[in-house]
C-alpha cells in the first residue's frame, strides 16, 4: 500500500482519515493545523466524548461526535472506516495526547490501512516524548512499553528482562501505582538505576524527579501523588 499526498489545504479532505494529536495539558500547545482539521472535519472520533465537547467548546467548534474508546474500538473503527470510503472526513481525537499513543487509534488506522484509505498525522503532543526531552536522561534511543502491569510480579519481570537494555524505557503509570513501581525498579535494577519521574507534563503542577531510583522513590514519598506519571529508566550503566 501507498500513500502520495499533495493537497496541503487546512481543511479535512473527503475520504480522508486525520490523527490529530491534542494538548496533555496546555491548551496552547493545539497546533493551527489541529484546530483547523477538527474544526472542519465531518465527523470527530473522540474517547470520550465529553472531554473532547468541551475542547471544542473553548476552540468555538462546533462537529458532530462519535464515540471511540478501548470498549468498542473493534466495531467502531470497521464503522468509521466505511464511513470514510463512503467520502466523509473523520478526525480522530482522543483525551489528550496523540491517538494510538497507550490510547485508542491503532484499529481504525490499521481498518483504513487495509482499504486503502488515505490516513494522515496531524503532530502534536506526546507526554512520555515531552518528558524524554526534558529529563537529561539518553534521548538516542528508546524503548515506550506504555503502562506498566498492575500486578508487582509482572512489573518485575518486566524490570528484570530489560536490566540490561541499551537505550532508555519510557513508562506510563498511574498516581495509584508510581509508588509501588519505584519500589519495584528498585528491588529489580537496583537503587543507583538513575530514572526520570515526571508528574502532569505541561499542567499546572508539572514536575520532575531526576535521579538514583532510591533517591526519587523517597522524594516521591514525601509528594503529592495525585495526577498522571511517566517514569522513564537510564540504561545500567549511565550516571547524571
Wanted: hydrophobic share 40%.
Amino acid at each position: 500500500m501507498s500513500q502520495e499526498r499533495t493537497n496541503t489545504s487546512l481543511r479535512a479532505q473527503p475520504g480522508h482519515l486525520y490523527v490529530v494529536s491534542t494538548p496533555i495539558g496546555n491548551l496552547s500547545d493545539l497546533s493551527d493545523r489541529a484546530r483547523a482539521i477538527l474544526g472542519s472535519a465531518d465527523l470527530v472520533a473522540c474517547e470520550d466524548t465529553r472531554t473532547t465537547g468541551v475542547l471544542l467548546s473553548r476552540l468555538g467548534i462546533s462537529r458532530e461526535l462519535v464515540s471511540y474508546h478501548e470498549h468498542n474500538e473493534a466495531e467502531a473503527a470497521e464503522r468509521l472506516a466505511q464511513a470514510i470510503a463512503s467520502g466523509r472526513s473523520v478526525a480522530l481525537a482522543t483525551d489528550a495526547g496523540t491517538p494510538g499513543m497507550s490510547d485508542p487509534g491503532f484499529r481504525v488506522v490499521r481498518a483504513c490501512r487495509r482499504l486503502s484509505l488515505p490516513v494522515v498525522p496531524v503532530p502534536g503532543p506526546v507526554a512520555f516524548a515531552a518528558a524524554l526531552s526534558s529529563s537529561g536522561l539518553p534521548t538516542n534511543g528508546f524503548l515506550f512499553a506504555g503502562f506498566l502491569p498492575p500486578k508487582s510480579s509482572a512489573r518485575l519481570s518486566f524490570f528484570s528482562s530489560h536490566r540490561d537494555f541499551a537505550y532508555t524505557i519510557a513508562l506510563y503509570e498511574s498516581c495509584h501505582r508510581i509508588a509501588k513501581a519505584l519500589d519495584d525498579v528498585v528491588g529489580a535494577l537496583g537503587p543507583a538505576r538513575v530514572v526520570c519521574v515526571a508528574k502532569e507534563v505541561t499542567k499546572l503542577h508539572e514536575t520532575f524527579w531526576v535521579g538514583p531510583a532510591g533517591e526519587v522513590r523517597d522524594k516521591l514519598a514525601k509528594a503529592s501523588l495525585k495526577g498522571e506519571f511517566t517514569l522513564l529508566i537510564a540504561p545500567g550503566d549511565y550516571r547524571l
